[in-house]
């Protein structure tokens, strides 16, 4: 079968080429994929691939339809359209991966093989049926950051109606997508980017405040809020934007962080932090049962996830270029049999 894989180093060593299709185990699922989306994760396992590894089919991101049931899996059938849950191991909602199916903590696309290839065999328990309104791509784009950031702002961040959300760094996919769940919560979103462009685009998909990412927006999130701040700050930029989200955060508030693209050392004053009752709480991924709530939220708001841009399977390589030059907005695509 044809996939995108990754040996050597760097984005180099990424190449569209043929790979074994694996054959299926008691308790697994083969799935064709229709459409598989991108993730920065996807740049990170290029960068950090030991030179002599194994070549690795790349992609955490994935829809397709069922082609092939292992022994014992009897609710399902081929021909089911499903999404791929990526968090592997994570059953039940809890503070950490408790590895309820035993096969060790891991997200999809490194070390096991990923999304971006025609077939994929997985766990049972990692697929959920496709939500029926959403399109191929956008049922591919939405997962990984889809349960990432429905975990951030709602388990983690105890978001309620009437709050203020803070999002800086708007072009990602996960920023994305956190700007639409927070709004379809009922939210008040303020968002920053370096690129006016994505701050009208966000403006249009809701955005209540949308600021240049460096200026001083921490004290226009005080503003807009009547000096209160953010009760909740969702953090995947890191070192460019952590002084303004500190800054930007309510008394009381909750800094979420699970990203940190431009760098991930950055200082904080202790005597602010308690001073303020605030809390900086790291989260990566979730449960299948954040997933399928996630799922169930998507559908009931219509959520339709951002795309930015489609590419097939075989401009993968590509693809991941454009997503490492930061002029998105929103996911980048790829089409595999659409
Ligand atoms: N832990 C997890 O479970 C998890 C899950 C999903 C994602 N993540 C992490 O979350 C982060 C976001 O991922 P993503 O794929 O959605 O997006 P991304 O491609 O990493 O881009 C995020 C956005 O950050 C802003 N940005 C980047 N560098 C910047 C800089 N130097 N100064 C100011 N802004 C900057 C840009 O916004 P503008 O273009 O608008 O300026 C960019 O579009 C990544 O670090 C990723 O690894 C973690």
Same mark, same amino acid.
């Given at each position: 079968?044809?996939?995108?894989?990754?040996?050597?180093?760097?984005l180099?060593?990424a190449?569209?080429?043929?790979?074994?299709?694996?054959?299926?185990?008691?308790?697994?699922?083969?799935?064709?994929?229709?459409?598989? =989306?991108l993730?920065?994760?996807d740049i990170?396992?290029c960068?950090?691939?030991?030179?002599?590894?194994?070549?690795?089919?790349l992609?955490?991101?994935?829809?397709?339809?069922? &082609?092939?049931?292992?022994?014992?899996?009897?609710?399902?059938?081929?021909?089911?359209?499903?999404?791929?849950?990526?968090?592997?191991?994570?059953? &039940?909602?809890?503070?950490?991966?408790?590895?309820?199916?035993?096969?060790?903590?891991?997200?999809?696309?490194?070390?096991?093989?990923?999304?971006?290839?025609?077939?994929?065999?997985?766990?049972?328990?990692?697929?959920?049926?496709?939500?029926?309104?959403?399109?191929?791509?956008?049922?591919?784009?939405?997962?990984?950051?889809?349960?990432?950031?429905?975990?951030?702002?709602?388990?983690?961040?105890?978001?309620?109606?009437?709050?203020?959300?803070?999002?800086?760094?708007?072009?990602?996919?996960?920023?994305?997508?956190?700007?639409?769940?927070?709004?379809?919560?009922?939210?008040?979103?303020?968002?920053?980017?370096?690129?006016?462009?994505?701050? &009208?685009?966000?403006?249009?998909?809701?955005?209540?405040?949308?600021?240049?990412?460096?200026?001083?927006?921490?004290?226009?999130?005080?503003?807009?809020?009547?000096?209160?701040?953010?009760?909740?700050?969702?953090?995947?930029?890191?070192? =460019?934007?952590?002084?303004?989200?500190?800054?930007?955060?309510?008394?009381?508030?909750?800094?979420?962080?699970?990203?940190?693209?431009?760098?991930?050392?950055?200082?904080?004053?202790?005597? &602010?932090?308690?001073?303020?009752?605030?809390?900086?709480?790291?989260?990566?991924?979730?449960?299948?049962?954040?997933?399928?709530?996630?799922?169930?939220?998507?559908?009931?708001?219509?959520?339709?996830?951002?795309?930015?841009?489609?590419?097939?399977?075989?401009?993968g390589v590509e693809a991941m270029r454009y997503l490492d030059?930061?002029?998105?907005?929103?996911?980048?695509?790829?089409?595999?049999?659409?």
């Open positions: 079968m044809k996939a995108i894989v990754h040996q050597g180093e760097g180099d060593g190449s569209y080429r043929d790979m074994e299709r694996p054959g299926i185990e008691p308790g697994q699922v083969c799935v064709k994929l229709k459409a598989a =989306a993730n920065h994760r990170w396992t960068n950090r691939a030991e030179p002599g590894a194994s070549p690795v089919i992609g955490s991101d994935g829809t397709g339809i069922v &082609s092939e049931l292992g022994a014992g899996v009897d609710d399902l059938a081929v021909g089911d359209e499903v999404v791929i849950n990526s968090s592997q191991d994570w059953a &039940s909602r809890s503070e950490v991966p408790l590895g309820e199916y035993g096969v060790g903590y891991k997200i999809l696309g490194f070390p096991d093989h990923g999304t971006f290839a025609e077939y994929i065999v997985i766990g049972r328990q990692q697929v959920e049926p496709k939500p029926a309104f959403l399109d191929w791509r956008e049922a591919a784009a939405f997962c990984l950051v889809g349960i990432t950031t429905y975990r951030a702002l709602f388990s983690e961040g105890r978001l309620k109606a009437g709050q203020t959300v803070a999002i800086p760094g708007i072009g990602g996919g996960a920023a994305t997508q956190a700007l639409l769940f927070a709004k379809a919560a009922g939210a008040k979103v303020v968002i920053t980017s370096r690129s006016e462009e994505k701050l &009208s685009k966000a403006r249009e998909l809701g955005a209540n405040l949308a600021v240049k990412s460096d200026g001083d927006w921490g004290q226009a999130v005080r503003d807009f809020t009547a000096g209160r701040g953010a009760d909740i700050v969702i953090e995947t930029v890191g070192e =460019a934007t952590w002084k303004n989200s500190l800054a930007a955060l309510a008394n009381g508030g909750r800094l979420v962080v699970f990203g940190g693209t431009s760098g991930g050392t950055v200082e904080i004053d202790l005597g &602010s932090l308690y001073l303020h009752w605030q809390s900086i709480i790291g989260t990566t991924m979730g449960s299948r049962e954040e997933f399928r709530d996630m799922l169930a939220f998507t559908e009931a708001h219509q959520i339709h996830p951002i795309i930015d841009r489609s590419f097939p399977l075989s401009e030059s930061a002029g998105q907005m929103g996911n980048v695509v790829l089409e595999i049999d659409t």
